[in-house]
């Protein structure tokens, strides 16, 4: 069996069953069974962090990285997720956050915004190129990626085989830094400020390559708490005329639409929120969502600047993103012939093609798949068909599949235990 890397885990000793996180589930992961704790399904789970940001008592936390993780590099360069700026309100000065990173002991502060930029111009490229099945989804939210992964296995062949400005990013800092500075690249730690446990596995055990640019990552949520003494510090000295001419600003990929607004596009369609997202693509899988060539789709609510590791409001960050925009943001100027011949040469791709997720959930033999799923129906036709959860599963069909799989007895459900149901 696979082993996956999760970025969150339950705190056994702090849950205390109350099923929140399991109703709330996309992918119906969570189970509470047995001692009435929350048990997650490596395979099912995207890290979406939904069960984190609902659980009443905090049972779930992220695991990300502590910034003392890589006091052992030379050379620490830190590139932060342009949600970041956005978790501090408008009148801060985006160079005062890389002056406060600065203080933490980062050497250099590299923002994903140009990578940004020349992504969305080769995404004009690989549209114009593609003659396949549409609408095309974007790759840039890991947790959606997964989710085609775990759950529409025949939609993997329309996510976009482009990496993410994050990746490419990193991959510019281990091209030209090491020469630049005269030093090994294993000298070099390069670390992302993440806004979800998405991004961490991503980064940890990404799906498209054998590993990633990053060394590590560590959560909005971590770096706030440490950043913000520096900030305001920072601030109450800081002069705008000190900032270099060579300092550019651009809040990047944070919200919803913002792809398809650098690509400018025709015929899109950007949804966000996991509950939507998933309404899009069942449309997709059954064909009935026609005259839309390209899908931007997010896990968060309104985007990244929803994600469950950030410390502001999302409302207000996306209020403090759209003032910093107007007071800060230069738009970002990229080389296009240079652009045009990396795609070419493929640099902007996935090393390895999106795949299906292999899960215990699927079986790879017909005959048995159909006996099971005969099976799962006629239990669930025994059920109330209420959802009551009182069995531990999200739904009474998640319980019929439970059974089939040898995860439950039919006795765990009430209405079947009152009646006297055997197995």
């Not at 990300?64 to 932060?80: G, Q, R, Y």
């Not at 991959?171 to 993440?194: F, H, M, Q, S, T």
């Not at 899109?268 to 789709?297: P, T």
Request: include cysteine; glycine fraction near 4%.
């Amino acid at each position: 069996m696979h082993q996956y890397y999760h970025a969150h885990k339950v705190v056994l000793e702090k849950c205390r069953g109350h099923m929140t996180c399991m109703r709330h589930c996309p992918t119906q992961a969570i189970r509470v069974r047995d001692n009435g704790k929350a048990i997650i399904s490596e395979e099912l789970c995207v890290d979406c962090g939904i069960c984190i940001s609902v659980c009443p008592v905090g049972a779930i936390v992220p695991i990300a990285d502590p910034i003392t993780e890589i006091s052992h590099f030379k050379h620490k360069v830190v590139v932060p997720s342009p949600v970041l700026y956005s978790q501090f309100e408008s009148s801060i000065h985006p160079h005062i956050i890389h002056l406060a990173l600065k203080k933490l002991g980062f050497d250099t502060v590299v923002d994903v915004a140009t990578s940004s930029a020349a992504l969305a111009r080769a995404l004009v490229k690989c549209m114009e190129k593609y003659h396949g099945r549409h609408p095309l989804i974007s790759s840039h939210c890991p947790s959606i990626v997964r989710l085609i992964q775990v759950k529409y296995p025949d939609l993997v062949e329309l996510v976009v085989p482009l990496d993410v400005p994050r990746e490419v990013t990193a991959r510019e800092i281990r091209k030209n830094l090491p020469a630049k500075l005269g030093l090994k690249p294993e000298d070099i730690g390069v670390i992302y400020i993440a806004t979800c446990p998405a991004k961490i596995v991503s980064i940890k055990q990404p799906a498209e390559k054998v590993r990633s640019g990053f060394d590590g990552a560590i959560s909005i949520m971590d770096a706030y708490s440490v950043l913000l003494p520096h900030v305001m510090a920072i601030k109450e000295e800081f002069d705008e005329s000190q900032v270099a001419e060579d300092f550019s600003f651009n809040a990047g990929w944070v919200t919803m639409g913002s792809i398809t607004r650098s690509a400018k596009m025709e015929n899109w369609l950007a949804v966000s929120g996991l509950d939507h997202v998933i309404q899009i693509l069942d449309d997709i899988e059954n064909s009935r969502l026609r005259n839309i060539d390209f899908v931007e789709a997010l896990a968060c609510m309104l985007g990244c600047i929803g994600g469950p590791l950030n410390v502001e409001n999302p409302y207000v960050a996306r209020t403090n993103s759209i003032k910093q925009r107007e007071k800060y943001e230069k738009l970002i100027d990229v080389d296009d012939e240079d652009v045009d011949k990396k795609f070419e040469d493929g640099y902007y791709f996935f090393k390895n093609p999106i795949l299906p997720r292999p899960t215990a959930y699927f079986d790879t033999d017909l005959e048995t798949s159909i006996k099971r799923i005969k099976e799962r129906d006629k239990v669930h036709r025994k059920l109330r068909q209420i959802d009551c959860g009182c069995c531990g599963a999200p739904t009474c069909m998640a319980f019929a599949e439970d059974f089939v799989r040898g995860e439950a007895k039919l006795t765990d459900c009430i209405f079947l235990a009152q009646r006297g149901e055997e197995e």
